[in-house]
C-alpha cells in the first residue's frame, strides 16, 4: 500500500454510480421508514375500538393521541447529537428496537393513563427513526441522486400508514385491537437482525470520528464492492465545526441562517399539511357530503404527496434544490386558495386537494432531502433531527388550530384560506436560505 495514498470517502461515492449494496441499503432504509408510517398512523385505525371497549369518550382519548406526536418530537431533537457522537447504525437500531417493543407492550395495557405513556415513549423511538435513517442514506448515495432516492425512501411512510389500514381491517374483527398493536410492534423487531446484519456504519462519520483505517476500508468495500481502492487513510473535505457541542453549532454563525430557514419552513409545512389532512374530512362533511366521500377525497391528498415527493425530488436533483421547494409550497398556496374558493360539490375540489397534496407534501419530503447537504458530517445527524423536531411542533399546532377554528364557527372557506398563509412563508423563508459565510472546506481524515 502507499503510504502516501487518501481516499475522499464523499467524492468516491459520487463519482460512482449507485451500486448493488447501496440499492439494499435503500430498500432496507425504505423498510424502516415504512414501519414507521405504520407505528405513527395505528392509533387512528384503532381509536373506535379503544373508546368502545373502555367506555371513555373521543376527548378523554384525545390524550392517548397527542402522547406520540409529543414523543416524535422530543425523540427527534434528542437523537441527532447521540448520533452525531456515538454513530448513526446504533441510533437507528436502538430507536427501531424501540419503538417495535414499546408498540407490543401498547398491546397489554388496560388503561387511558398507561397506554398514553407507553404511546409517548413509543413516539421517542418513532422520532428518533426517521431523522437517522434520512441521514445514514444521504451519506451512502451519490449527490446527484440524492434527493431523488430520498424521497423514494420516503415513500414508504405513506405505503406503511395505507397497509396499517388494511392489516387492522383484517384483524380488529376477529382479533381485537390488542393483536393488531402487538403485530404492529413484532413487525420492526423482527426485522431487526437483519437490519444489524445487514446496515453498515455510515463511513463518513467513521472518518470524521478517526476510527482506524481499516476499520472504514472493510466498510467501505462493503457497500462500494471489491473494485474500492485500498488507501492508508480516508478523508472527507467539508467546512470545519468549531462551535462545540453540534446543538450549539447548529445555532453558530456558520449555520444559523439555514438552521433557522429549515425550522420556519418545516414547521409551516407540518402546519398546513396535518390541518388539512386531520380536519379536512370533517370540513367536507360539514359542507354537506357523506363521510365515505369526505374520506376518499382526503386521500387524494395523501396520493398526490406520493407522487409530488418523487417529482420534487428528481427536479431537486436538477436544479437549484431550494428553489425547487420554494415553487411546490407557493403552487400549494395557489392550490388551497382556490379550494376555498370553490364548493365541495364541484368536478374540480377533488383536483384541488389532489394537487395541494401534491405541491405541499411533495415540498415537505424534499425538504428532508435538502437537509442533509446543509450541514457537514460532525453536525449533521443533529440538524436534520432538529429540523424534524421543530417541525413536529407544527404538526401539533395544525392539528390544535383546526379544533380551534371550526370550534369558534369559521367556515370551511376561512378555514382553508388561511393555510395559504404558513404555505407562503415556507416558501418565503427557504428561497431565502442561504448559508453565511464560512470557513473553507478542510479535509478530516484518520
Known amino acids: ?71 416524535l418530537a422530543i425523540g427527534a431533537l434528542l437523537v441527532g447529537p447521540l448520533s452525531d457522537r456515538y454513530g448513526r447504525k446504533k441510533l437507528l437500531m436502538a430507536s427501531v428496537g424501540w419503538f417495535g417493543l414499546c408498540s ?44 431523488t432516492l430520498i424521497a423514494i425512501m420516503f415513500t414508504g411512510f405513506n405505503l406503511g400508514s395505507a397497509l396499517v389500514g388494511f392489516g387492522a381491517a383484517a384483524i380488529l374483527p376477529d382479533h381485537g385491537w390488542r393483536t393488531v398493536l402487538m403485530v404492529g410492534g413484532a413487525i420492526p423487531l423482527a426485522c431487526l437482525p437483519f437490519y444489524l446484519w445487514l446496515i453498515p456504519e455510515s463511513t463518513q462519520f467513521l472518518v470524521a470520528r478517526k476510527y482506524p483505517a481499516d476499520r472504514i476500508a472493510r466498510t467501505l468495500r462493503r457497500v462500494c464492492g471489491a473494485g474500492t481502492p485500498h488507501a492508508a487513510s480516508y478523508t472527507i473535505s467539508e467546512a470545519p465545526v468549531i462551535a462545540g457541542t453540534p446543538a450549539k453549532a447548529l445555532l453558530s454563525p456558520a449555520f444559523r441562517r439555514i438552521t433557522l430557514s429549515l425550522w420556519s419552513t418545516y414547521f409551516m409545512g407540518l402546519l398546513v399539511i396535518y390541518l388539512l389532512s386531520g380536519w379536512l374530512p370533517t ?21 398526490g404527496g406520493t407522487v409530488g415527493a418523487l417529482v420534487v425530488g428528481y427536479f431537486m436533483d436538477r436544479w ?25 360539490q364541484s368536478s374540480t375540489f377533488a383536483l384541488f386537494v389532489l394537487l395541494a397534496g401534491f405541491c405541499m407534501s411533495g415540498g415537505q419530503t424534499g425538504l428532508n432531502a435538502y437537509a442533509p447537504q446543509c450541514y457537514p458530517t460532525v453536525v449533521r445527524a443533529t440538524g436534520v433531527s432538529w429540523m424534524l423536531g421543530v417541525g413536529r411542533f407544527g404538526s401539533i399546532t395544525g392539528s390544535f388550530a383546526g379544533g380551534l377554528m371550526l370550534s369558534m364557527g369559521w367556515s370551511f372557506s376561512a378555514v382553508i384560506a388561511v393555510l395559504a398563509i404558513p404555505a407562503t412563508i415556507a416558501a418565503i423563508a427557504i428561497v431565502l436560505a442561504k448559508f453565511a459565510p464560512r470557513a473553507a472546506a478542510v479535509r478530516t481524515s484518520y
Request: glycine share 10%.
Open 283 to 303: 370540513l367536507i362533511k360539514d359542507a354537506g357530503l357523506p363521510i365515505e366521500k369526505a374520506a376518499s377525497i382526503t386521500a387524494l391528498f395523501q396520493l
Open 320 to 344: 437549484v434544490p431550494n428553489r425547487v421547494i420554494a415553487i411546490a409550497y407557493l403552487a400549494g398556496a395557489g392550490f388551497i386558495l382556490l379550494l376555498a374558493s370553490g364548493s365541495v
Open 1 to 71: 500500500m502507499n503510504t502516501d495514498q487518501s481516499l475522499d470517502v464523499r467524492a468516491f461515492i459520487n463519482d460512482r454510480g449507485m451500486g448493488r449494496y447501496q440499492w439494499l441499503l435503500l430498500v432496507l432504509c425504505f423498510l424502516i421508514v415504512a414501519t414507521d408510517g405504520m407505528d405513527v398512523a395505528i392509533m387512528g385505525f384503532l381509536a373506535p375500538a379503544i373508546t368502545k371497549e373502555w367506555g371513555i369518550s373521543k376527548a378523554a382519548f384525545g390524550v392517548v393521541m397527542s402522547a406520540a406526536p409529543i414523543g
Open 104 to 147: 407490543v407492550l401498547c398491546g397489554t395495557v388496560g388503561d387511558v393513563v398507561s397506554l398514553s405513556a407507553l404511546r409517548f415513549l413509543t413516539g421517542l423511538g418513532l422520532g428518533a427513526a426517521m431523522p437517522t435513517t434520512t441521514t445514514l442514506l444521504a451519506e451512502y448515495v451519490p449527490e446527484k441522486s440524492r434527493s
